[in-house]
């Protein structure tokens, strides 16, 4: 049996769409955002730093997003999301899998200056940073997208549950309207039934 621990709207959001992708059976374990839930003794017994995401199958453990992605399509995916070792795209989803925390590492940077930090210790300059950094992140995914309507010319994969996640999250605090293209893809995403069951459904 698989268990997701997960906290809504976190990167945990990745193996959760997966999940959802590859259409299997798993229990999840939904958490606050709440560092007396992620730092509680029965948590870091299972995460030693107390992060999401966190799976846990069969017994066995593992975390880290990109390793999730690789280690579910290695066991359970049909041929629909994974690259195996012997696939020609192989380096290219690997490449995106992994891309994918170049680009959420700016966006919870931003998370972090605009939500947790009080307000008279947030920093103008680090947030120009990050988002002129998320920017340009973005920026390689519109010029990549441009001949294609997925990251892979065979179409949709694991990596783009793995991007994808990350552009939701930097789309709560930039507008990436100069990267049309970038957006569109994301569109094509948010369409997606496994996208749409795994984030935090939009009060009002
Ligand atoms: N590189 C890791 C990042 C994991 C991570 O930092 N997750 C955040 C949520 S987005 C977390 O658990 N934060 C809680 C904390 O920092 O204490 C991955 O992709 O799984």
């Not at 990745?14 to 059976?25: D, K, N, P, T, Y």
């Not at 995401?53 to 041929?79: H, N, R």
């Not at 939500?115 to 920093?123: A, H, L, T, Y």
Request: hydrophobic share 40%.
């Amino acid at each position: 049996m698989i268990t997701l621990y997960h906290v809504p709207g976190s990167r945990s959001t990745r193996s959760l769409w997966l999940l959802h992708e590859l259409g299997i059976e798993f229990e999840l374990v939904e958490m606050a955002f709440d560092l007396k839930v992620l730092r509680a003794p029965e948590y870091l017994a299972i995460h030693p730093l107390g992060r999401v995401p966190c799976l846990v199958d069969d017994g066995q453990t593992i975390f880290e997003s990109g390793a999730i992605a690789q280690y579910l399509c290695e066991k359970y995916d049909d041929g629909r999301l994974g690259r195996g070792p012997s696939h020609p795209e192989r380096y290219e989803w690997l490449q995106w899998i992994h891309y994918a925390e170049t680009v959420a590492v700016h966006g919870a940077s931003l998370v972090q200056q605009s939500v947790f930090i009080p307000e008279e210790q947030r920093s103008p300059i680090i947030q120009k940073l990050e988002s002129r950094r998320l920017e340009k992140a973005v920026e390689v995914l519109d010029n990549h997208l441009k001949d294609r309507d997925y990251l892979l010319a065979s179409g949709f994969s694991a990596a783009d549950v793995n991007v994808g996640y990350s552009i939701y999250l930097g789309d709560q605090f930039l507008s990436f309207d100069a990267f049309p293209t970038a957006m569109q893809y994301y569109d094509r995403l948010r369409e997606r039934p496994a996208f749409q069951a795994s984030v935090p459904k939009k009060e009002g």
